[in-house]
């Protein structure tokens, strides 16, 4: 029954919060209420809230909010990254974290792929050309650069670095990586791999760069004025990461003066940019609003997995994808 199952608090169904086709599998497991009915009375909901839900960062989990909600256990994240998240700070409240790594990595590394791919090959200039009713003729503008044969960087072989450079392997790439600790031989011979030590080794050969870090202190800025004028001037710079891995600005400026040749982001610092952002407006630049996890298959796999995760927290079992401090 419905007045049996634990409270979970959500962002929102539809707009920035979940889709309505996975509200079900929420509802199996959990009574929800969406973060605006519940700041219209917190007193009457808090006590009884016992998880988080948290969907694109929301709702966010700051010590205003988390002080209403004595009897929470869990904050269950979306997605692998924790960025937003203070995880020192909720833990010592007692309450658990958990994200969802694994389930995102296909989606993911799919989304890199195509990011090069369109870049490389001008696929959204073509479709632009393809169907303005003033074409006549097709522009030679639209010549790209060759993908298969090419040198490809991958800087976080995780489990999504790894999965691109599966993908990667399909095109005849060569196949460059650069990682804080060395996959085994075993990993990097199934997908004709070489491990750099020196990210600048790999920055210097690599025909496209791939960004597949977490976010951290240590790589927050990683990719700045140093790193671009070390890359390829007919290079491509993807980032499926997170934005403030890449100093926008220095970007900005290489890809101005054709120190680089092109970017591909699917994230940015902030989402969306502000609309008179340069970015937005060269012409050498394909950004997509952050959407490398949506798919309607991933998007039920990370749900199931944030209930799975919340589910456990509440019985007081071990949490499948508990974040532990270091």
Do not use: C
């Given at each position: 029954?419905?007045?049996?199952?634990?409270?979970?608090?959500?962002?929102?169904?539809?707009?920035?919060?979940?889709?309505e086709e996975v509200t079900d599998i929420i509802k199996q497991h959990f009574n929800i209420i969406c973060l605006r009915d519940f700041l219209q009375n917190p007193q009457q909901h808090g006590p009884k809230i016992q998880a988080i839900?948290?969907?694109?960062?929301?709702?966010?989990?700051?010590?205003?909010?988390?002080?209403?909600?004595?009897?929470l256990k869990v904050v269950?994240?979306?997605?692998?990254?924790?960025?937003?998240?203070?995880?020192p700070y909720i833990t010592s409240l007692g309450v658990k974290v958990a994200n969802t790594p694994g389930v995102v990595s296909v989606a993911t590394a799919d989304m890199a792929m195509g990011l090069l791919l369109a870049s490389a090959r001008k696929?959204?200039?073509?479709?632009?050309?393809a169907v303005d009713p003033k074409t006549t003729s097709i522009p030679q503008s639209l010549v790209g650069v060759e993908v298969t044969g090419s040198t490809l960087g991958i800087i976080g072989m995780g489990h999504?670095?790894?999965?691109i450079a599966q993908r990667s392997k399909g095109f005849d790439m060569k196949i460059l990586y650069h990682n804080r600790h060395r996959r085994s031989v075993e990993d990097e011979q199934s997908v004709g791999a070489s491990y750099c030590e020196n990210m600048d080794d790999l920055l210097r050969e690599a025909?496209?760069?791939?960004?597949?870090?977490?976010?951290?202190?240590?790589?927050?800025?990683?990719?700045?004025?140093?790193?671009?004028?070390?890359?390829?001037?007919?290079?491509?710079?993807?980032?499926?990461?997170?934005?403030?891995?890449?100093?926008?600005?220095?970007?900005?400026?290489?890809?101005?003066?054709?120190?680089?040749?092109?970017?591909?982001?699917d994230v940015t610092h902030p989402e969306p940019l502000?609309?008179?952002?340069?970015?937005?407006?060269?012409?050498?630049?394909?950004?997509?609003p952050h959407v490398g996890t949506y798919t309607y298959a991933t998007i039920k796999r990370t749900v199931q997995c944030m209930?799975?995760?919340?589910?456990a927290a509440v019985n007081g079992l071990p949490v499948p994808n508990e974040v532990k401090l270091k």
């Open positions: 029954m419905a007045e049996d199952k634990p409270w979970a608090l959500i962002s929102e169904v539809g707009e920035q919060g979940f889709i839900l948290m969907w694109n960062t929301f709702p966010a989990a700051e010590p205003s909010l988390l002080s209403s909600l004595p009897s269950a994240n979306g997605g692998v990254g924790i960025d937003h998240l203070d995880v696929i959204v200039e073509g479709h632009q050309i999504i670095g790894y999965k025909d496209f760069v791939v960004l597949v870090v977490n976010l951290s202190p240590e790589t927050k800025g990683l990719i700045s004025h140093r790193e671009l004028s070390l890359m390829k001037p007919t290079a491509t710079l993807v980032n499926v990461s997170r934005g403030l891995v890449v100093d926008q600005d220095a970007l900005v400026k290489a890809l101005q003066s054709g120190e680089i040749r092109a970017a591909a982001l502000p609309r008179d952002h340069p970015l937005l407006s060269l012409p050498n630049v394909l950004i997509t209930v799975d995760n919340a589910v």
